[in-house]
């Protein structure tokens, strides 16, 4: 089997089809949006805690390969433009966390346009403002840390 055999094949089985979202890994999921009268979009979605350390804008060596096999699988088409949205939890002060989000998705768009300079990107910040999910401020802070987790996210939405 060739090379580029094995590989579609490991693309394939890494793909897990889940209603209207489709898995890359653990780290990258897509969600198709019907739009009216228009083609379908999809969202992507990367895991925060994939991307970035607790409380950092700086990419680890497992968000750079995250974004990588995002380059590589083609969902981003340079003739779309993208709008990349940072979002924290609300652990901190709310205006840091604005702050952090924005930064964030910046770092994502950085890296992305040094992998294909022919992406059209955007970026900005959401800060705490669209979780995902909510947890009991009670819970000693690892808890909480670890509940408030899908909240730490960067969002890439096409916005042709």
Known sequence: MSWSMKFGALAVSMMLACGSQTVFAKEIQTETKKVG????????????????????????????????????????????RYRIEGHTDNIGDKSDNGKLSVRRADSVRKYLLSKNSNLRLESGGKGEASPV?????KLPKEKLVQCLAPNRRVTIDPIN
């Open 37 to 80: 009268g228009s083609v379908n979009l999809q969202t992507i979605t990367l895991k925060g805690d994939t991307l970035f350390k607790f409380g950092d804008d700086q990419l680890s060596p497992a968000g750079k390969k995250a974004l990588d096999d995002l380059v590589k699988s083609g969902k981003l088409d340079p003739m779309t």
């Open 133 to 137: 999910v909510q947890c009991s401020d």
